[in-house]
């Protein structure tokens, strides 16, 4: 196979591609990545070993790729523009979270406030239950339609294990579509509720990463953890701890995988207490 894209039969879309093309944090080696719009492309995607991908907004992949394919929703499951004033809606896994909380505001709904600002896709929301200390994922979602073994199930929210961070979804489960329950309020509540999530924000650093790299140990941040251990500015090839966030691992330009994986133990060793890493590591 080639970099040139196929097309597999079923629909699906096979390239080979760099993971740094499709990861926030711009670092990672090659896959076979299959993009599907469709179930019949994605029970033939999901047929083989794989590994689901979403907006690449919270994995760190090795510089030698992985071996499993990519599977990526496409449009076909991205349910963006059609969302409008329902509050209790079924929406595709691919659907972008960044415009589906613009559109509940402007719509008056209330739920999707705490994940402003999260750059996640639906599906790799639900999996990581993404969120902020405002609130998560798992307080909106009802129930998921999953791929597992080429057929889908439908599982409520409960049944997904959904924690601080983390889901334990059917092994080798694609998720496809979730059905959210949001809140009638109005634009200006909605709004309002979303100010302190968004000044929270402010001092995120804008530059490439993968959000945060540790999750935060129960009633403290890692950020203060690091910051307090003198290690903002720490770097390692073009991968460094951001000045404006201890817990942001920026990357400067180059930065490989071996510069980001070295990093991070470097600070695990210098701060002294573990810290767990939050970031989907990817074939190393
Ligand atoms: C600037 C920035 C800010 C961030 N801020 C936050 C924050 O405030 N709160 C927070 O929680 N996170 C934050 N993140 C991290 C990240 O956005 C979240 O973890 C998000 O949930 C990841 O979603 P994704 O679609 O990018 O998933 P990916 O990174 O693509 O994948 C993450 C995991 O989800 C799995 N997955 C993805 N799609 C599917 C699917 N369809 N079916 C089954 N499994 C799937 C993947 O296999 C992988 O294990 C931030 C990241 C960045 C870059």
Redesign the pocket.
């Known amino acids: 196979m080639t970099r040139e894209q196929t097309v597999h039969p079923s629909g699906a879309i096979v390239r080979i591609r760099p993971l740094a093309e499709l ?3 711009r670092v990672g080696g090659p896959a076979e990545v299959w993009e599907v719009d469709d179930l019949a492309a994605a029970r033939e995607a999901a047929s083989e070993p794989f ?9 760190l992949v090795s510089d030698a790729g992985v071996n499993e394919r990519v599977v990526k ?1 496409g449009r076909g499951f991205d349910d963006g523009r059609a969302f409008g004033a329902e509050a209790d809606v079924w929406l595709g ?2 659907t972008p ?1 960044p415009g589906l909380v613009r559109r509940a505001r402007e719509a008056g709904l209330s739920g999707l406030e705490p ?1 402003l ?16 200390r405002h609130g ?2 798992s307080d909106t979602l009802q129930e998921v339609d ?1 791929l597992v073994n080429g057929n889908v199930e439908r599982l409520p929210a409960d049944a997904l294990g959904l924690a601080y ?1 983390r889901s334990s ?1 059917p092994k080798g ?4 579509r979730a059905r959210l329950a949001l809140t009638p309020s109005t634009p200006e509540r909605v709004a309002a509720a979303m100010a302190p999530v968004d000044a929270a ?1 402010q001092g ?2 804008k530059a490439t ?4 790299a540790f999750k935060n140990p129960e009633g403290d941040s890692a950020g203060r953890i690091i910051d307090a251990a003198g290690l903002k500015g720490l770097r390692v090839g073009d991968a460094m701890v951001s000045h404006e966030h201890a817990n ?1 691992i920026v990357n400067l330009g180059a930065a490989t995988a071996a510069d980001v994986e070295a990093l991070l133990k470097e600070i695990q060793e210098r701060v002294g207490q573990p810290l767990e890493v ?1 970031w ?1 590591r990817w074939g190393v």
Do not use: D, H, K
Not at 118 to 130: E, S, V
């Open positions: 990861t926030t944090l590994l689901a991908l979403g907006a690449g907004s919270n994995l929703l896994a691919a979270l994940l600002g999260i750059p996640a896709a639906l599906g790799g929301a639900i999996a990581m239950n993404a969120g902020t998560e994922m999953i961070r979804l489960g694609l998720l496809l924000r995120q650093p990463s993968a959000g945060c942001f939050e989907q």
